[in-house]
């Protein structure tokens, strides 16, 4: 077992937050109802057709939509390597007992994608701030509500997608500023 191995199962097995973890997921499913049950699943698990309309209407809407779009898929790159990775490499099990280590609860990849897409969203259009980060904070509770993840798996998940969103931001302004520097011929 290499140092790096020992060292993520000593943090995993002594979370430090577990207990934080624990009371949060208490009250929320003390919150569960069986007529949220249906849109729960809904908001979380059908997000990704609203994200292809979303990205449709983005390609219709003139250069700023495009510009959006194009952003919001290069964010996602860096979101989802380091999501994958770190599901991988943490290998936490899930609230609801699920410990297939491909499939691991830390971060939450529908959290940290909605979180990446928000903050897209919000950088080029500030009006739609609230709506979206409404939005992304809804998909991450829903995914506490089904029992998925922890408290702190979609707080990691908030911190993985922003950073993801800047990346993919300074990514797009540094390949439009290169290509705007080639001189015509």
């Given at each position: 077992?290499?140092?790096?191995?020992?060292?993520?199962?000593v943090f995993t097995l002594s979370w430090p937050l577990q207990?934080?973890?624990?009371?949060?997921?208490?009250?929320?499913?003390?919150?569960?109802?069986?007529?949220?049950?249906?849109p729960m699943r809904l908001i979380s698990d059908g997000s990704?057709?609203?994200?292809?309309?979303?990205?449709?209407?983005?390609?219709?809407?003139?250069?700023?939509?495009?510009?959006?779009?194009?952003?919001?898929?290069?964010?996602?790159?860096?979101?989802?390597?380091?999501?994958?990775?770190?599901?991988w490499t943490v290998g936490r099990s899930r609230p609801d007992?699920?410990?297939?280590?491909?499939?691991?609860?830390?971060?939450?990849?529908?959290?940290?994608?909605?979180?990446?897409?928000?903050?897209?969203?919000?950088?080029?259009?500030?009006?739609?701030?609230?709506?979206?980060?409404?939005?992304?904070?809804?998909?991450?509770?829903?995914?506490?509500?089904?029992?998925?993840?922890?408290?702190?798996?979609?707080?990691?998940?908030?911190?993985?997608?922003?950073?993801?969103?800047?990346?993919?931001?300074?990514?797009?302004?540094?390949?439009?500023?290169?290509?705007?520097?080639?001189?015509?011929?």
């Amino acid at each position: 077992m290499t140092l790096r191995a020992v060292a993520v199962l000593v943090f995993t097995l002594s979370w430090p937050l577990q207990p934080l973890d624990d009371s949060a997921r208490a009250w929320v499913l003390s919150q569960r109802r069986p007529e949220l049950d249906t849109p729960m699943r809904l908001i979380s698990d059908g997000s990704r057709p609203f994200l292809y309309a979303l990205a449709a209407l983005g390609l219709v809407s003139g250069a700023t939509g495009r510009t959006v779009v194009f952003e919001t898929l290069v964010a996602l790159v860096p979101v989802n390597l380091l999501v994958e990775s770190l599901k991988w490499t943490v290998g936490r099990s899930r609230p609801d007992g699920d410990s297939r280590r491909r499939n691991s609860a830390f971060p939450s990849s529908h959290a940290a994608n909605a979180f990446a897409v928000a903050t897209v969203i919000a950088r080029r259009w500030r009006r739609w701030l609230i709506p979206a980060g409404f939005s992304a904070a809804t998909l991450a509770f829903s995914r506490m509500y089904l029992d998925r993840h922890w408290l702190s798996d979609v707080t990691g998940s908030l911190l993985v997608g922003v950073a993801g969103a800047l990346l993919g931001a300074w990514i797009v302004r540094r390949w439009r500023d290169a290509r705007d520097a080639v001189p015509y011929a």
